[in-house]
Nanobody, 127 residues
């Protein structure tokens, strides 16, 4: 069992930046397919970014490409989402997710593929 805990959310003005850490309870990320998702009120949860096992490659949704960066620090068992040039439409609850036994990891991986999830951290961007 792996516990994931997000932090770093908050309220910022448009154009600002936030970094969201996601700490794992044990060494997980080096072999895992990992992702960040978000869910705005009244909307379905959507994939934002994927990091392939070993941090070999990344994939971003078009809405965040060029502004968000997913990364990991295996020594700290922590996954990150660096968010720059934030927009009001980025307002949502953000969740990290991990699959330590991925059969595949490409593009924005489906929600059902991730057995481990964090509790979420709220990001609010004002105009």
């Amino acid at each position: 069992q792996v516990q994931l805990v997000e932090s770093g959310g908050g309220s910022v003005q448009a154009g600002g930046s936030l970094r969201l850490p996601c700490a794992a309870s044990r060494a997980t990320y080096s072999r895992s397919c990992t992702g960040w998702f978000r869910q705005a009120p009244g909307k379905v949860r959507e994939g934002v970014a994927t990091l392939y096992p070993g941090g070999t490659s990344t994939y971003y949704a078009d809405s965040v490409k060029g502004r968000f960066t997913i990364s990991q620090d295996n020594a700290k068992n922590t996954l990150y989402l660096q968010m720059n040039s934030l927009k009001p439409e980025d307002t949502a609850m953000y969740y990290c997710a991990a699959n330590p036994w991925p059969l595949t990891c490409a593009g924005i991986v489906s929600i059902a593929s991730f057995p481990y999830w964090g509790q979420g951290t709220q990001v609010s961007v004002s105009s």
